[in-house]
């Protein structure tokens, strides 16, 4: 007959009920990081718009391409758009120092634009007409030659405002978008656009006469610092 001391008993079946026992694996929740609520009322739906406009999911865009105001030295006068096509930002400058600046989404290589222009229209919930060039290397879109529809499809979004140079309509625009994965990318066929929150934003701050100045070169890294 084997005896187990009291000792043995206190010591030793722990150890052997643990060895026996199977412990699942600690479940580990994916660590998401906390999206300030600021923005998340910035980009709230906005739904007394003539096509009602839904939240943006917000998780689906790099924070730095938030609206937000930033140090932004320019020689540029205050109340004109400087777009950066390279780093994806356009800026709204302000007075000493200082720009509301903007994500946005750029034409892909061989579509892109820069230069001086003037913002000679600016339209809510626009028609869009595609380009005849467009309409060439796009079959598809013969159906909208004439002009498609203002909707939450339609590629210019809830505003739009149109480039010129002298009276010359460069065909380039400044215009929404409900793709929120397009923000701080490359791939429009070279309008700039911005989330719909974010172009009626800008659409509000500007006149008629605006200038805008799009680089060709990229911004130093110092000014895409958050302030």
Same mark, same amino acid.
């Given at each position: 007959?084997?005896?187990?001391?009291?000792?043995? *008993? !206190?010591? &030793?079946?722990?150890?052997?009920?643990? /060895?026996?026992?199977?412990? =699942?694996?600690?479940?580990?929740?994916p !660590?998401? =990081?906390q999206?300030?609520? #600021?923005? !998340?009322?910035?980009?709230?739906?906005? =739904?007394?718009?003539? *096509?009602?406009?839904?939240? $943006?999911?917000?998780e689906?865009?790099?924070?730095?391409?938030?609206?937000?105001?930033?140090?932004?030295?320019?020689?540029?006068?205050p109340?004109?758009?400087?777009?950066?096509?390279?780093?994806h930002?356009? *800026? %709204?400058?302000?007075?000493?120092?200082?720009? +509301?600046r903007?994500?946005?989404?750029?034409?892909?290589?061989?579509?892109?634009?820069?230069?001086?222009a003037?913002?000679?229209?600016?339209a809510?919930?626009?028609v869009? @007409?595609?380009?005849?060039?467009?309409?060439?290397?796009?079959p598809? %879109?013969?159906k909208?030659?004439?002009?498609?529809?203002?909707? %939450?499809?339609? =590629?210019?979004g809830?505003?739009a405002?149109?480039?010129?140079?002298?009276d010359?309509? @460069?065909?380039?625009?400044?215009h929404?978008?409900?793709?929120?994965?397009?923000?701080?990318?490359? %791939?429009?066929? &070279?309008?700039?656009?911005?989330?719909?929150?974010? +172009? $009626?934003?800008? #659409? /509000?701050?500007?006149p008629?006469? @605006?200038?805008?100045?799009?680089l060709k070169?990229?911004?130093?890294?110092?000014?895409a610092? *958050?302030?």
């Amino acid at each position: 007959m084997v005896t187990i001391s009291r000792r043995a *008993f !206190v010591l &030793g079946a722990p150890f052997a009920v643990a /060895a026996c026992a199977t412990q =699942p694996p600690p479940v580990l929740e994916p !660590v998401i =990081p906390q999206i300030d609520p #600021h923005f !998340v009322r910035m980009y709230a739906a906005m =739904p007394y718009e003539r *096509f009602p406009v839904p939240a $943006v999911d917000l998780e689906m865009i790099d924070p730095q391409f938030f609206r937000r105001e930033v140090a932004y030295p320019t020689p540029e006068q205050p109340g004109t758009i400087v777009i950066d096509p390279g780093n994806h930002f356009l *800026f %709204l400058v302000r007075p000493e120092g200082r720009a +509301i600046r903007y994500g946005v989404g750029v034409g892909r290589d061989g579509f892109d634009w820069n230069g001086r222009a003037n913002i000679r229209r600016k339209a809510e919930w626009p028609v869009w @007409t595609p380009p005849s060039e467009m309409i060439k290397r796009q079959p598809e %879109l013969e159906k909208y030659r004439n002009g498609m529809r203002p909707s %939450l499809d339609n =590629p210019l979004g809830a505003r739009a405002l149109y480039l010129y140079q002298g009276d010359r309509d @460069t065909l380039y625009r400044i215009h929404g978008t409900n793709d929120p994965s397009s923000i701080g990318q490359s %791939l429009s066929s &070279g309008c700039i656009r911005l989330l719909n929150q974010d +172009i $009626v934003d800008l #659409h /509000a701050r500007i006149p008629l006469g @605006t200038k805008v100045v799009v680089l060709k070169s990229q911004l130093p890294p110092e000014l895409a610092e *958050f302030s």
